[in-house]
């Protein structure tokens, strides 16, 4: 069973840092790309983050130069460096595993950011 625990979600001024962190078990994790993908109130779920199981790594253009999509395989994590954060910023954040075993999406629970002005 692909279980997905993210961690790392919380309350920060504008401009300030954070670190989101995703777990993965039940999965072979270095074959999989991973994303991060973010929901704000009213709005539809978006991806902010993907990175092949290669490393090579998309971002959707509003979070260009500010976040940073990584993996450490060894840990089976993956990570989401989020810096100058803006209130716009401000959703639950997602991990999400692009299973190539048997072309399905798996999501963890999510991860509340709240960017304060």
């Known amino acids: 069973q692909v279980q997905l625990e993210e961690s790392g979600g919380g309350l920060v001024q504008a401009g300030g840092s954070l670190r989101l962190s995703c777990v993965v078990s039940?999965?072979?994790?270095?074959?999989?790309?991973m994303a991060w993908h973010r929901q704000a109130p009213g709005r539809q779920r978006e991806l902010v983050a993907h990175?092949?199981?290669?490393?090579?790594?998309n971002y959707t253009n509003s979070v260009k130069g500010r976040f940073t999509i990584s993996r450490d395989n060894a840990k089976n994590t993956v990570y989401l460096q989020m810096n100058s954060l803006k209130p716009e910023d401000a959703a639950t954040y997602y991990c999400c595993l692009e299973s190539v075993l048997d072309g399905m999406d798996y999501w963890g629970k999510g991860t509340l950011v709240a960017v304060s002005s």
């Open positions: 990175i092949s199981h290669l490393g090579a790594t």
């Open positions: 039940g999965s072979i994790f270095n074959i999989n790309a």
